[in-house]
């Protein structure tokens, strides 16, 4: 899309009242045209066809068919970059959970239910992800098994000499957002169940969404896969997610590592934050640690990366041709912070190179 031009955006929600509250919201940058509203799913699809947006807004719970539905219309039909707007129940995260795996770029939760009064609450992050929305790589978003795209497989440049690391590996830390639930269930069920280190992930997600993605990545993994909570230990074998809404970090109790959770302030407006979990562990166990940046927009855990690199961590970066999102992984390669550059699909495996250097 060319940078001149605005965003072409393409609103659909039953409720005329929410189409144009969204629409104020999103108007207020001019970068972004609303150049449609649709109020349910046949409307949404007819719509799409006739004005050809850039990003869908796209209401879970509408009548007839619900937003998922309409969804994989969208993406057998007219792929589209789709921006979910979900409410914040237990049947809303399981089903925007399912929505990522059919291709949706990300979501956005509304504050109070279908009817959100107080829509303005998430009005920067709306205006954020339909920008990034625009900008993302929709194959990327849409594609969850990698080992099969073979068409995908391009050769990616060879990493520089590895530096020489003294630090045995403790933990496995792993940072992502835009695009990251798809991709973290390419790595996570790739490691085998004998892995031998904690692994410990942030997502961005908000609160109630993260049980719920740790069960679906439980269900795929030979790991097992959990919501943090404060006071858990911190095990091999076991990859811990940050809860939604909640920071995540590493305390050691006597010999002994656990998680942390706290609500102090979000850090580059996200919370959990990389940064955050990314710095703490730099204090307790030092740079006896492999991160790993997926795909993400914004620059969180460019920080926590920098500290954890100068204490020597081994730093993996996802390459630009698999994110959805290159933000994340392209700040911290420009910094000069990686010493792997991997698609996607060869992530686990370098993980597992990076266990012996």
């Known amino acids: 899309m060319s940078q001149n031009r605005k ?23 001019q970068n972004i045209e609303i150049v449609g509203r649709a109020r349910n799913g046949e409307d949404a699809l007819a719509r799409l066809r006739e004005l050809s947006p850039d990003v869908v807004t796209l209401d879970m719970e509408m009548p007839g068919k619900n937003g998922l539905d309409v969804l994989r219309e969208i993406m057998a039909i007219k792929p589209v970059s789709v921006l979910m707007v979900s409410s914040l129940t237990k049947d809303g995260a399981n089903i925007t959970m399912q929505a990522l795996d059919a291709g ?19 009005g ?13 790589s929709l194959h990327n978003a849409s594609s969850t098994r990698w080992g ?31 695009g990251g639930p798809n991709a973290l269930q390419e790595v996570i069920p790739a490691l085998r169940a004998e892995f031998p280190l904690p692994v410990l992930i942030v997502q961005h997600m ?16 030979a790991l097992t896969v959990l919501e943090g909570c404060d006071g858990m230990p911190i095990r091999k074998g076991v990859a811990v997610i940050a809860p939604g809404g909640y920071h995540l970090i590493v305390e ?19 919370r959990p934050a990389a940064d955050v979990l ?36 081994y730093v993996i ?21 990686v010493d792997e550059v991997l698609p996607l699909y060869s992530i686990a495996a370098g993980v597992e190179r990076a266990l012996k250097v």
């Open 7 to 29: 965003i072409r955006v393409l609103i659909v929600d039953d409720s005329a009242f929410m189409r144009k509250v969204i629409g104020d919201i999103l108007t207020v940058d």
């Open 104 to 122: 949706a770029v990300d979501f956005v939760t509304k504050p109070s239910g279908t009817i959100s009064l107080d829509m303005d609450k998430v």
């Open 124 to 136: 920067n992050e709306l205006r954020e992800k339909v920008i990034a929305a625009s900008r993302a």
């Open 148 to 178: 099969e795209a073979e068409a995908l497989k391009t050769p990616i440049a060879a990493p520089a000499a590895r530096r020489d690391i003294r630090h045995k590996p403790e933990l496995l830390v792993i940072a992502a957002s835009t």
């Open 206 to 221: 908000p609160p109630g969404f993260t049980s719920s993605f740790a069960l679906r990545l439980n269900e795929r993994s």
């Open 252 to 270: 050691k109790k006597g010999m002994e590592l656990i998680c942390r959770v706290t609500d102090t302030p979000p850090v580059r407006s996200v």
């Open 278 to 313: 990314f710095k703490s562990v730099a204090d307790v166990v030092g740079g006896s640690v492999i991160a790993v940046v997926l795909t993400g927009m914004g620059k969180d855990g460019l920080d926590g990366t920098k500290l954890l690199r100068s204490r020597g961590a």
């Open 317 to 337: 970066a996802e390459a630009k041709e698999t994110c959805v999102i290159f933000g994340m992984p392209g700040s911290v390669i420009e910094a000069g912070l």
